[in-house]
Each structure stands twice: as structure tokens, then as C-alpha cells.
């Protein structure tokens, strides 16, 4: 029977569990060797598929930019146009799943085994789901989408608060603002986190319970059996490689042009493909060497240091801004959430398109995108909780951070533009121009102290970018080293580098089209693997007392 490997950093089951009857042992097909001094141990098919792929894609941007431009420019309105009511079933899908697997009795199941106990105290443990639902996409987004909703994306054909002229609809204003809050809400709130723990679960139940290697493959265990130890699980890998690579991609691709028009708005640095290159270089060679610190002294600190900044940030525009007004709006959108929870996630029959195709289905694209980075790190912080636990905690904590977030930052910009629209800086950078990369700080442009708050937020974005680059690269290294969770560190130099790489060839070839083009690209065939997935969980779980 599969035995856990505690030297790969899986623990041992405790108490009754089924573990898999396979002869497989993690990093038995790879390959370990040197090139002078530094030191590999790959998974061969997987390793060498992706990275030659990811260098092919790399060098063919760079050579035909032209080409990939317009490739890439016509690739997302087909793939979001033809396949959006894929991404919302899909995700209305999930939601139900892990609504399931709360109310069922499978919810007393314990991942680690039966007598398990839990590695972290609840509040370490909801320090971590906070962290887990921090991010760049909040930085970029937690102005630009309540605005951009409650104004021009008419959700559910919503009317606009404003005319023809830019004067303001009095009749409309509390409607959008509900509906703008909502909107946004929705595409931060249950769906996402609940794509997140199906992979978390996956990954936790397979590997602590059944013994099986860190890794998205081993999930399938109970439907391929031991095929996926060849070419099925290789294909599994691989699509998680190219997901999670291209979603970090579009992340890191949206924290340049954030950190770009930050520096720009506080420096007068140019806003320009040339600078965003520069940055994301920049940024790449700050996320190596937290790399080579290793966890604690890398990502684990600089993620204890963004946590705080952000907390404080937020603080300091809720109490800055219009507090009460604020907090009345969270309540306002929270309730406004759950009354058109359902109607959002309607697939079929709308006609607001430009919320749904260019909005919600880019977005279950990335998160699908993010699953595999994401899910690991929630399945390596959760041993020892019940499913029922486990779901109902990750479901719930990160939305509210995330839902929180968006109300004061969206709540302050929205009181801005309605308050005084000739002036307002955001109904400038937003409404009239559309410039996303400055919404965050034509918002704090508006309250006090906005040079040194400015520069706050500029250097979020860029931790949040090395945290991301550095994460993302362990997650993509475990997956290509066969589940080995202690590979040679130039491995993680090797993917932190073509990271940076790709966001770069992206932006080059058609900046935030070509991100989301290819994000919803690889996001496509992945949300196949998630849907099989949880048939896959549902076998797990029979098998496992409870």
C-alpha cells in the first residue's frame, strides 16, 4: 500500500484511513543529476513538456509580435463569447459540489486520517485563508470594478446612475450602487473560493489520506487507476503547469501596469511597455532572491509584511473616507449579493453581455487558472480539518476579506463619483477613460495624505508581485518534480524566471488582451480536469471512515 512520505513533506495518516493500494513511490520516474554545481530532480515528461512548450510560446511572441498581437487580440471575445455559459455552469457547478459535501455525511470525514489533529490553531489557520485571498487582482480591481459596474456594465440591465451627459439619474443612484457592489462581490465571493477547495480538497484528501504524491494527478487515482502514474497523469500535470503559469502570468502582467501608473502618478515615470518590462524584470530578480531564502525566510515574511501593510491600508481609507456611508454599503451589497446571487449565475437568456462575456467569464477563467496554486497552499495549511470544516471555513473566511475589500476601496470611489462627478479623479480615470492601472490611486488621490499612501500601494503591488512569482514557481516546481516538494532550488529558479518571461512576451504581443486571452485559454481545458475531479472526490470520500 501507498505510504506517505513525511521526508516530501507529507505526513503520515493518524487513525483509521484508506490508503491506496499502488507500488508507485514519489520521484520514482525522475530524473536527478547536476550541470556543474547546480543540481535537478525532475519529472521527466512533465518537466521537459512544459518547459519547452513555455520557451516555444516565449520565443514565438518575441519573434512575431505582430502576429501574436492580433492572435491573441481576436482569442478572447471567441473564447469568452463562445464558451461563457461553460464557465458559469461550471462554476455554479462547483458551488453546489462543496454546498453538497457540507449538509452530506461525507462532511465528517478528516483529512489526515480519523485521529488527525490539526497543524494550526484557527486563528494561524484564518491568518492563512486571508493571505490565500490577498492579492494583486484585489489591488487592481477594488476600485475599478464597483465603479466600472455600478456605471457602464449594466449587470442584469441595471441602468446607468448617470445620462447621456455625465449628469447624474437620481432615481438610478441606489440601484447601481447595489448592483455595482453586488456585481462585484460575485465574481470575489463563493464561486471563486468554491473552485478553490475542490482543488484543495482533492489535494488534501489524496495525499494525506490515501498516501498518494502532492500532486493534481493523484486525485484521478480512484477513476484511471494506476494510469496515471504514465501519460493520462502527465497530461493531467501539464495542464496544471500551463494554468497556473499563464494565470500567475496575467496577475504579474496586471501588478506591472498597476505599479507603472503608480510610479507615473507619485514620480512622472512614463507610462509604457518599456517600463512595464523593465518592472516586471525588476521584480522577477527581487522574487529569485526570496526564492533562494527558501519559505521562511522568503515568501513566508514578506507575506507577514504585505498582510500587515495591507490591513493598515484598509484602515486607513475606511476611517479616511465616508466610514458610516461606507459600512451601510457593505450591508447594501452584501444583501443585494444574495438576492441576485442566482440570476448572476444564470448561463443562458441575458443580455448583458459586456458584464457576463467580458467580465464573469474571463474571471472563472482565471481563478480555474489560479486553482492548482492556490488549492496547494490551502491543501498544505488544513490537515487535520474535517471536509465539513474545512469547506465551510475556506468558502467563507477568504469571501468576506475579499467582499470587505471591495466595499471600503469601491465604497470610497463610488461616494467620490457621485459625490462630485465634474472633479472627481475616479469617474476620470474610470467612466470617461478607462484607464484601470490608475483607478486605485485617482482613489486615494482623494482622501488625505495621498503621496504617501500612494506609495504604499505602490509597494503592495510589488510585494504582492514577488510573493505571487515566488509561490507560483514552488506550486509549478512540485507538480513538474513528480510531487517532490523538496526539489533543488534552481528548479523554482527556472519557472520564477519564465514567469516573468511570459507576462513580458505577453504584454508585448497585445498587453491586457493577450493576458486575458491566454488565461482563458488554459483555463478552458482545466475546468474539464476540475469537473472530473470532484466525480473523483465523491470516490475518495466513500472509501474513507468517517
Known sequence: MAEADESQGIP????????????????????????????????NPVFMVSALAVMAFVFYALALPQQAGEIFGALRPWLTSTFDWFFLTSADFFVLFCLFLIVSPWGKVRLGGKDATADYSYIGWFAMLFAAGMGIGLMFFGVLEPVYHMAI?????????????????????????????????????????????????????????????????????????????????????????????????????????????????????????????????????????????????????????????????????????????IMGDFGKGLLAYAQEIIPLSNPIGRTDDSYRDGWTAFYW?????????????????????????????????????????????????????????????????????????????????????????????IVLVIVFFVTSSDSGSLVIDTITAGGKVDAPVPQRVFWATFEGAVAIVLLVGGGLSALQAMVISTGLPFTVVLLVMCWAIIKGLRAEPR
Open 12 to 43: 503520515a495518516p493518524e487513525g483509521d484511513t484508506q490508503l491506496i493500494d499502488t507500488d508507485y513511490e514519489i520521484g520514482q520516474d525522475n530524473v536527478e543529476g547536476s550541470l556543474g554545481p547546480i543540481g535537478f530532480d525532475i519529472h
Open 153 to 325: 456594465s449594466s449587470p442584469l440591465g441595471t441602468p446607468s446612475p448617470f445620462d447621456a451627459d455625465g449628469n447624474i439619474i437620481a432615481a438610478n443612484v441606489d440601484r447601481a450602487k447595489a448592483m455595482g457592489l453586488a456585481a462585484t462581490i460575485y465574481h470575489w465571493g463563493l464561486h471563486p473560493w468554491a473552485i478553490y477547495a475542490v482543488v484543495a480538497l482533492a489535494l488534501g484528501l489524496f495525499s494525506y489520506n490515501k498516501g498518494l504524491p502532492l500532486t493534481i494527478r493523484s486525485a484521478f487515482y480512484p477513476i484511471f487507476g494506476e494510469r496515471i502514474w504514465g501519460w493520462t497523469g502527465h497530461v493531467i500535470d501539464i495542464l496544471a503547469v500551463f494554468a497556473t503559469l499563464f494565470g500567475l502570468a496575467t496577475s504579474l502582467g496586471f501588478g506591472a501596469q498597476q505599479a507603472n501608473a503608480g510610479l507615473n502618478h507619485v514620480f512622472g515615470v512614463p507610462i509604457n511597455i518599456t517600463v512595464q518590462v523593465i518592472l516586471i524584470t525588476v521584480i522577477t530578480g527581487i522574487a529569485l532572491f526570496s526564492v533562494l531564502r527558501g519559505l521562511d525566510g522568503g515568501v513566508k515574511l514578506l507575506s507577514e509584511i504585505n498582510m500587515g501593510i495591507a490591513t493598515l491600508l484598509l484602515l486607513f481609507v475606511l476611517f479616511a473616507g465616508p466610514t458610516l456611508a
Open 365 to 457: 477563467a482565471w481563478w480555474i487558472s489560479w486553482s492548482p496554486f492556490v488549492g496547494m497552499f490551502i491543501a498544505r495549511v488544513s490537515r487535520g480539518r474535517t471536509v465539513r470544516e474545512f469547506i465551510t471555513c475556506v468558502l467563507i473566511i477568504p469571501s468576506l476579506v475579499c467582499v470587505l475589500w471591495m466595499a471600503v476601496f469601491g465604497g470610497v470611489a463610488i461616494d467620490q463619483v457621485l459625490s462630485d462627478p465634474a472633479t472627481s479623479a475616479v469617474k476620470a480615470q474610470v467612466i470617461d477613460s478607462y484607464n484601470p492601472p490608475l483607478s486605485l490611486f485617482a482613489m486615494l488621490e482623494g482622501l488625505p495624505l495621498s503621496s504617501i499612501t500612494s506609495v504604499i500601494a
